[in-house]
């Protein structure tokens, strides 16, 4: 039979603390309820500490635009958030691991600004931690509108084994109302998700795209020319395949390569023409 609930007023609640005829417990003698609740400490292994900083990282490192939504901290809080997400952006690519507790020490101080938490979804997911991704890529979703990162939370589904689940979270948005360049990344994602099910013609449907343009390319066409490629290859379709790769290289080279010039030679180039192969 199930316990009863207590009712208001009868005994006296697990949270009050007595007032008279207290003692300390004797060795041995078990603790009350309400010194485990409220005095308890955590112990080396439980506690959670934030990541070292150098000191010649500096708040100022971070770009204004992301240091002005910190505004809503303490002076001390926000360069200290700042700090570690300059830390973030530092090591995202050489070392995801390391990258995540920083992003987490930010939140752990930021996590009601919607950008902090985005920038920990993105590098748990960096670092593989798919679950705490898509923890808090939706979370992010929820609270902002933005389905920048639609692309991260279908593939993020896909690394915890649920690529039904994947599909679904992609289909349920509006493509249309997507940058190009999001648009092509959910494509990929799609695709994936297509090809953990065996569905591979399916898959290459899903990379058949507006911006799947063999004539015209932008800095998005690169992973999905590959994708598109790789693709091919999968169904046995070589000579289509050995084409669209041409064609990555190519858009590759012309977006990616290293200049031959000095630093300042570079330009920035938002169109490229591909003839045909």
């Known amino acids: 039979m199930a316990e009863q ?6 005994g006296r609640s697990d949270f009050q603390r007595p007032r008279d005829g207290y003692r300390k417990p004797n060795d041995g003698e078990r603790r009350p309820d309400w010194q485990n609740r409220v005095d308890r400490k955590p112990n080396d292994e ?16 971070l770009e204004m635009p992301l240091r002005a939504q910190l505004k809503t901290l303490t002076a001390e809080n926000a360069e200290t958030t700042a700090r570690h997400l300059v830390m973030v952006q530092m090591l995202i690519e050489s070392d995801p691991e390391l990258a995540l507790r920083h992003a987490q020490a930010a939140a752990s101080r930021a996590g009601r600004i919607g950008f902090v938490r985005e920038t920990l979804g993105i590098v748990a997911y960096t670092a593989g931690e798919y679950s705490l991704a898509l923890r808090e890529l939706l ?34 948005i509006d493509r249309s109302k997507l940058q190009p360049s999001v648009r092509v990344n959910l494509a990929i994602a799609m695709s994936g998700a297509r090809l953990d099910l065996g569905e591979n013609e399916l898959a290459l449907a899903e990379l ?3 911006e ?33 790769a041409q064609l990555a290289l190519r858009a590759e080279k012309a977006f990616f390569s290293e200049p031959t010039g000095t630093a300042e030679s570079v330009s920035v180039i938002e169109e490229l023409e591909l003839p045909d192969a």
Not at 5 to 10: L, M, V
Not at 50 to 55: G, L
Not at 141 to 164: N, T
Request: hydrophobic letters at 35%; proline letters at 8%; zero cysteines.
């Open 139 to 172: 979370a992010h979703r929820r609270s902002s509108g933005s389905l920048d990162q639609i692309p991260l939370i279908v593939d993020s589904e896909r690394g915890l084994g649920r690529p039904k689940r994947a599909l679904e979270e992609g289909r349920a």
């Open 5 to 10: 609930p207590r009712r208001r007023n009868e």
């Open 46 to 61: 439980t506690r959670v500490r934030a990541p070292r900083i150098p000191d010649e990282i500096l708040a100022t490192d």
């Open 212 to 244: 799947l343009n063999p004539a015209k390319a932008f800095d998005y066409s690169v992973p999905l020319f590959w994708a598109y490629s790789d693709t091919l290859e999968i169904l046995g379709r070589t000579s289509e395949a050995e084409h669209w």
């Open 208 to 210: 058949e795209i507006l």
